[in-house]
C-alpha cells in the first residue's frame, strides 16, 4: 500500500500518516501545547520530526482547507511540502467531504447514511465531491452541513446546507451553537463543552425561546434566537453571582434542547432519505455527547458511529484516507476499534526517574493491583501508558483516574487538578460486560461520545460521575482494544465490587492532553496528584498531597 499523508490547516489542525493503511494522528496542540491550535506556515518540519516522516519516501500528500485565511498560502504550503518531504502527489479536499471519509470508512460499517454538520466548512468553488446544485449558488457561499450516502467505495453527497457568510443571519446548527457558547462563554475557543455540562442546571422554558426552524436537512435561527445571541451580553457566565450563572444555565438548557430537537429532525430526514439503518456523525458538534444519546434513542437509526476525533483534528485522517480510496483505489483495513493513534513515545525513562529527589519510583510485580489499591484509598492517579488518544478526550492512555464513589472527588478534581468550574461533571469508565447493569445502554460505547442515564440504584453511589440530571458520558471498556486500562478497572473491581471509576484527562489548565512521558511527570510535579502510572513504574510523592475529602 501506500505511504499517504493527510493535513488538515485549519483549527486543531492535525497530520496523519497511513503507512501501508495504519494511522499515526497526531494534532499540532500536542506539540504547542497551545489548545485547539491553528495550522500555519512552518508546521510540517515539528510533524516530520514527532512522525517521522522522512524514514521512507512519500507517495501522496492530501490537504484539507475550509473557510478561513489559510487557503489562500496554499502555494507557499505546497513548496513547505516539497522542501521536507521532497517530491510527491499532491492534492487538497474540501472541508466536509475530509470529515465524512474520516466517518465512514474507519467505522466498519459496509454502508451508512453519513451527517457532517460544524460551523462553517469549505467554500463550494472548493468542493471536491459531485453534487447536484441549485441554481445561482454563489462559489464563495459556505457549506454548514453535508449529508451522504455511502456504500463500499462510495461516498455520494445527498444534500448540503450552505451559507452566505453573512454573520448578522447566521444558519445551521454548528453556528446556532457556536453563537450560543460565545453569548455565554465569550472568551476562548472549544468551549461548548463548558455549555452542554452547565444546561442540566438551567430551565429550558425559562425564557421562552421557540424551537429552530427545520426544513428538510437545513435549519435556521428563529427572529427570537437571533436576537438573544447576537446581543449577547447579558447572558455571560459569572461564577461569583448565583442569579447570573442561573440565567446562564437557563439559556444554555434551552439551546441545548432546541439543538438536540433540530438534529433529531434531521437526521429521521436523512434516514428517510438514504434508508439506511447506520449513521456515521462528525463534525464538531458530534462531540454533543446529550445530543448523540437522542440520536441513539429518537431516531431509525439502528447503528450510530461516532468517531473518537469527530472535530477538525480527525480531517487529517480523512484527507489520507480520500487519498488512499479515491485517487490511489486503495481500501485500509483501518477500523476506529481504540483510539490510540499518536505516535509511540518510547518508554518512560528510568534514568530521568531517578533523578527527582521528590519522587518516589516503584516498580510493583503487579501494577494494575498497586493502582487499584491506591485508588480504593481515595488517591487521584495519572496515567501514561503507550500511544496517546488522537481525540479530545482522554481514554486511558492519558487520563486521571479516581473512585467514582466518592462525594467529593469532582469538586476536587475541578477545582485543584484541572482548575475549571465547579459544574463540569466527570466522566466514567466501565467495564464492558457491567455496563447494562448501572447504565441504560445496551452496546460498547468505547469512546466516550454519547450520555446514558444512570440506573436508579447507582445514583447514590456513584455520585462522582452522576450529573446533575441522572446522566453520564460513558466509556466501556474490554480487554481486547483497552487492555491496560481494564486491568486496572477489573482490580478496582475484584477489591470494591464496583467496575466503574472516573475517567478525565491528563492535562493542567485550559491544556492539551499530554503527549509525552516528560510532560507527564511535569504535570504530576505541579499537581497534587497522588500519583503517576507509567508502566512499569509507579510513581508518587515523598511529600505526599492531601487525599480527597469524603473518600
Known amino acids: 500500500m501506500s505511504r499517504i499523508i493527510g493535513i488538515n490547516r485549519t483549527q486543531d489542525a492535525s497530520v496523519c500518516l497511513l503507512d501501508d493503511g495504519n494511522p499515526t494522528l497526531l494534532q499540532k496542540e500536542r506539540i504547542t501545547r497551545r489548545k485547539h491550535d491553528w495550522g500555519r506556515l512552518g508546521d510540517l518540519p515539528r510533524y516530520a520530526e514527532r512522525l517521522k516522516l522522512g524514514v521512507r519516501p512519500v507517495d501522496l500528500v492530501v490537504e484539507c482547507y475550509s473557510s478561513d485565511a489559510e487557503v489562500e498560502n496554499q502555494a507557499a504550503y505546497a513548496d513547505e511540502i516539497r522542501a521536507v518531504l521532497g517530491p510527491c502527489e499532491h492534492a487538497t479536499i474540501s472541508h466536509h467531504l475530509a470529515h465524512a471519509y474520516s466517518a465512514f470508512f474507519p467505522s466498519g460499517f459496509t454502508d451508512a447514511a453519513v451527517l457532517v454538520v460544524d460551523c462553517q466548512g469549505s467554500p463550494v468553488r472548493d468542493f471536491r465531491e459531485q453534487w447536484s446544485a441549485p441554481d445561482a449558488i454563489d462559489p464563495g457561499w459556505l457549506e454548514v452541513n453535508s449529508m451522504y450516502d455511502a456504500e463500499g467505495m462510495t461516498l455520494r453527497c445527498v444534500a448540503k446546507q450552505l451559507w452566505d457568510g453573512d454573520r448578522g443571519l447566521p444558519v445551521g446548527l454548528g453556528f446556532f451553537y457556536l453563537l450560543l457558547t460565545q453569548a455565554i462563554f465569550p472568551d476562548g475557543e472549544g468551549q461548548e463543552g463548558k455549555v ?64 438536540e430537537t433540530a438534529l433529531v429532525q434531521v437526521a429521521r430526514w436523512l434516514h428517510a432519505t438514504t434508508g439506511r439503518s447506520r449513521l456515521c456523525f462528525a463534525g464538531g458538534t458530534a462531540l454533543n455527547c446529550v445530543a448523540n444519546g437522542r440520536l441513539l434513542r429518537e431516531t431509525p437509526f439502528r447503528e450510530i458511529f461516532v468517531p473518537p476525533s469527530p472535530h477538525d483534528g480527525g480531517t487529517a485522517l480523512g484527507c489520507a484516507l480520500f487519498g488512499a480510496i479515491a485517487l490511489r483505489g486503495e481500501r485500509p483495513d483501518f ?139 460513558i466509556q466501556t471498556v474490554d480487554r481486547a482494544t483497552n487492555p491496560f486500562a481494564h486491568d486496572i478497572l477489573s482490580a478496582f473491581h475484584r477489591r470494591t465490587g464496583m467496575p466503574v471509576l ?50
Open 502 to 551: 472516573i475517567n478525565t484527562s491528563l492535562n493542567g489548565p485550559g491544556g492539551p492532553l499530554v503527549e509525552t512521558f516528560e510532560e507527564a511527570l511535569a504535570l504530576f510535579r505541579t499537581s497534587p496528584l497522588h500519583a503517576l502510572v507509567a508502566p512499569p513504574y509507579f510513581i508518587r510523592k515523598r511529600v505526599a498531597p492531601p487525599f480527597v475529602p469524603g473518600a
Open 196 to 259: 452542554m455540562g452547565m444546561a442540566p442546571y438551567g430551565d429550558p422554558m425559562a425564557l421562552d425561546l421557540p424551537d429552530l426552524v427545520v426544513e428538510d436537512h437545513s435549519v435556521f435561527l428563529t427572529p427570537e434566537w437571533a436576537e438573544v445571541l447576537l446581543g449577547r451580553s447579558s447572558y455571560q457566565y459569572s461564577g461569583d453571582d448565583r442569579a447570573q450563572f442561573q440565567r446562564a444555565a437557563d439559556l444554555a438548557a434551552a439551546g441545548q434542547a432546541v439543538f
Open 335 to 473: 477500523i476506529w476499534k481504540d483510539d490510540f493513534l499518536g505516535p509511540d513515545p518510547g518508554p518512560a525513562s528510568p534514568s530521568s526517574l531517578r533523578e527527582q529527589e521528590d519522587l518516589i519510583v516503584e516498580q510493583p510485580e503487579n501494577l494494575a493491583e498497586r493502582t487499584a489499591e491506591a485508588l480504593q484509598n481515595g488517591q487521584v492517579i495519572g496515567t501514561f501508558h503507550g500511544r496517546s488518544e488522537s481525540g479530545p478526550r482522554a481514554l486511558g492512555h492519558r487520563s486521571m483516574l479516581a473512585d467514582a464513589r466518592s462525594p467529593g472527588a469532582t469538586s476536587w478534581i475541578n477545582q485543584h487538578v484541572k482548575g475549571r468550574e465547579w459544574f463540569r461533571p466527570l466522566a466514567p469508565l466501565v467495564l464492558l460486560e457491567h455496563a447494562s447493569e448501572i447504565f441504560e445502554t445496551d452496546r460498547a460505547l468505547p469512546f466516550m461520545q454519547f450520555a446514558a442515564a444512570v440506573r436508579a440504584d447507582y445514583r447514590a453511589k456513584l455520585p462522582a460521575i452522576t450529573h446533575v440530571d441522572g446522566s453520564a458520558r
